[in-house]
């Protein structure tokens, strides 16, 4: 589709040698051939991944809010409203689309960077459904978006996330308009131009909303596509951005401002060899990356010495230093969902409670239960220098529990189920998939959604996804 693109408007001239033009000049220029077999094969499944847990959020009381917000403000009928079957404009189908990917705190992620680049998808089904692009365009795109949100973060991370800002609205808005650019058929300068422009209006998501448990939390993640495709729009007509690394002559550019000593050397490394996509990992427990190791090693313990929770005396959590500092707070009933999802307190509790960690523990109910919040209390959560010093090549966290005849019982957790170092296989997430929907979607439903996605590559459109997927679930 790039070759019938109109060229677009010229803007100030970006240094050619750069950092941002030389990856803008590998994205605009990768062909769906170009992408090595495993990595389209893990493309498909991360996309049917994102649809899952997108599909399953539509049964939120944050869709049906979402929903109302975008429909109060009429925006065209290029694309397809997920949940309602309605039609919109490209943004709003980009917001709500890439908001429900992160609803349940479910969805993959990139442990290098703190990032889960999976709102890049809902900034490509937007851009590739306006534009008629055909499934091989969809996936290029995807793996563009990827590649270059996840080697934004990973050039400032830890400290941008420990400065209190989430990769997922900052380095994520710049692999959203990379993805729109891309499906745009924007030449080099205007990519580079793109990217540069979505570090100029990226919105500065502050960890705070997350951790602290204010429900607009998703919402940064939908406003990163969104403003991504629109980084990409502007481009197209002249406005470009500041180069990422900014230059000696005109300043500072975002990475600067974003970490004090960024490896801005990460932007480009090993373009075209390696796929950072392949080293992903998928949640399977519906809460904060940072909290996944904790948690496993607390319903491996749960379920293997089948406790009783009011028996427990006192329960410790040793983890690394930037998951305790994100995630040691407790949580009064009441706070809510997000709130929960970011305390380990309330987590390692009720998973030691219900020997269980998923959606339904996620319900007002057990949000609000006291005997979960009477044992949060007992939860003491440590930063450990040793399991520091091993982040974030090594995700260790250790649950220890003293019950109350002085038994303790300790397990340990590096790899939580999901890891790329342990393998995920496609089965796993085809059963993740049927698990998240099979409260919303009938199974033959199910069926037909995942032989769409898995054999995307032959679709001349995205006609096969956009009839059935949001039209099977209106609100």
Request: charged residues 20%; glycine residues 8%; contains cysteine.
């Amino acid at each position: 589709m790039h070759d019938t693109l109109t060229p677009p408007l010229r803007g100030t001239a970006l240094p050619p040698q750069g950092d941002t033009a030389r990856l803008a000049r590998w994205a605009a220029n990768l062909r769906y051939e170009d992408i090595p077999e495993d990595v389209l094969s893990r493309v498909k499944i991360t996309l049917l991944d994102t649809l899952g847990v997108s599909i399953a959020a539509l049964d939120s009381p944050d869709a049906a809010a979402l929903l109302s917000f975008v429909q109060a403000f009429p925006s065209g009928d290029a694309c397809t409203l997920p949940g309602s079957g309605e039609r919109c404009g490209p943004l709003p189908a980009a917001l709500v689309w890439s908001t429900l990917s992160d609803v349940y705190e479910i969805q993959d992620g990139w442990r290098f960077g703190g990032i889960h680049a999976s709102l890049v998808i809902g900034a490509a089904l937007a851009v590739a459904e306006w534009k008629g692009a055909t499934g091989r365009d969809l996936l290029t795109a995807i793996v563009v978006g990827y590649e270059v949100a996840h080697r934004v973060a990973w050039a400032v991370h830890p400290e941008h996330m420990g400065r209190g800002h989430m990769p997922n609205g900052t380095a994520g808005t710049v692999g959203s308009a990379a993805a729109a650019a891309w499906l745009l058929g924007l030449e080099e300068q205007s990519f580079a131009g793109a990217l540069g422009a979505a570090g100029f209006l990226l919105p500065y998501a502050t960890a705070e909303t997350l951790w602290a448990g204010y429900s607009a939390k998703p919402l940064h993640t939908g406003w990163a596509a969104r403003t991504g495709i629109e980084a990409a729009l502007m481009a197209e007509r002249g406005f470009y951005g500041c180069p990422l690394e900014g230059s000696e002559t005109k300043g500072r550019g975002w990475l600067e401002l974003a970490a004090s000593a960024p490896r801005v050397d990460r932007l480009c490394e090993g373009l075209g060899t390696l796929w950072t996509i392949r080293d992903t990992y998928f949640k399977f427990y519906p809460i904060c990356r940072q909290a996944q190791s904790a948690a496993e090693a607390a319903l491996t313990l749960a379920r293997e010495e089948r406790l009783d929770p009011t028996a427990i005396s006192r329960v410790t959590v040793k983890t690394w230093a930037l998951s305790a500092e994100m995630l040691g707070r407790p949580i009064e009933p009441g706070a809510g969902r997000v709130a929960a999802q970011f305390s380990l307190p309330w987590i390692i509790a009720v998973t030691l409670t219900d020997a269980a960690i998923g959606t339904a523990q996620l319900s007002p109910e057990r949000l609000n239960d006291t005997t979960v919040h009477a044992l949060a209390k007992r939860v003491e959560v440590i930063a450990d220098p040793e399991l520091d010093a091993l982040y974030p090549g090594q995700t260790i966290a250790r649950v220890s529990v003293e019950m109350a005849d002085g038994t303790a019982l300790v397990r340990e957790v590096d790899m939580a189920k999901g890891d790329p170092r342990i393998g995920t296989s496609d089965a796993e997430l085809l059963e993740k998939f049927e698990d998240l929907t099979a409260g919303v979607l009938p199974a033959e439903m199910q069926a037909k959604i995942k032989n769409i996605i898995l054999s995307i590559e032959t679709s001349k459109s995205l006609s096969p996804i956009m009839s059935v997927v949001p039209l099977a679930l209106p609100l």
